[in-house]
């Protein structure tokens, strides 16, 4: 029973574990998805802003810090024609100026996420918004995420999260381990008493009591040992 009730608690600690990590990572996940938004929205303002106000120099610079966050592979600005208008590979050297857009552009102003793949055979997670003059779309603003550094960013917090909760684990599952040698102990001592009662008794050494001041089952069949020897005595 003992052992049963352990393992059953082992368990149990393991699936509560196992239903926390999954949970955790599901919030960091969505978290990602929100940043993401978050960004390309601000990158929607930005560049809207430097057409109304004709200052590319304005967005240009906003690219370059885009450029630099470890998870952003691309930002670009296309033109109503679909056309790159300006691009975070400029600042590598790559002449990527007039050529056409070649990743999924999505229209009606609203913000999509598709998965595509780099030339390089990344997985990149695609953000577009349509750049909207009143009516008019004045073309459209793209972030690529790095899918791979995204997943390596959640381990990572998973990793620290978990630390807690793996202390945690391995508290209870001590205590769980001391509570259960302390009731095996609990209920073999007694049984080991009796069983010595029984064989000094049944040895004929019937001036031998067992000792056994409990108030359960146990206690009772000690009481019947010794009234047992003191009859036959």
């Known amino acids: 029973f003992t052992l049963a009730a352990l393992v059953l608690a082992e368990s149990a600690l393991l699936s509560a574990l196992a239903l926390q990590h999954g949970l955790e990572k599901r919030h960091l996940e969505r978290k990602q998805i929100a940043e993401q938004e978050s960004s390309l929205k601000r990158l929607a303002r930005v560049a809207q802003d430097a057409s109304l106000e004709q200052n ?65 055979g990344r997985e990149i997670h695609d953000w577009s918004l349509a750049i909207l003059r009143g009516e008019k779309s004045i073309g ?27 202390w945690e684990a391995l508290i209870l599952s001590l205590l769980a381990w001391l509570g259960a040698a302390w009731l095996a102990r609990s209920l073999t001592a007694p049984l080991d008493a009796l069983h010595e009662g029984a064989r000094k008794i049944g040895a004929g050494e019937l001036d031998f009591r067992i000792d056994l001041p409990r108030a359960d089952e146990l206690g009772d069949l000690s009481e019947e040992f010794n009234k047992m020897a003191g009859e036959l005595k």
């Open 56 to 120: 590319e120099v304005f967005l240009l610079n906003y690219l370059k810090v885009l450029k630099d966050a470890p998870e952003v592979s691309y930002a670009a600005f296309v033109d109503e024609n679909g056309r790159i208008r300006l691009h975070t590979a400029m600042f590598e050297g790559s002449s990527v100026i007039g050529s056409p857009w070649e990743a999924p552009t999505h229209p009606g102003g609203r913000q999509r996420q598709v998965r595509v793949l780099s030339r390089d």
């Open 140 to 166: 459209s603003v793209h972030l690529g995420f790095d899918a791979a550094v995204l997943r390596a960013s959640v381990k990572a917090d998973l990793s620290e999260s978990r630390k807690p909760l793996l």
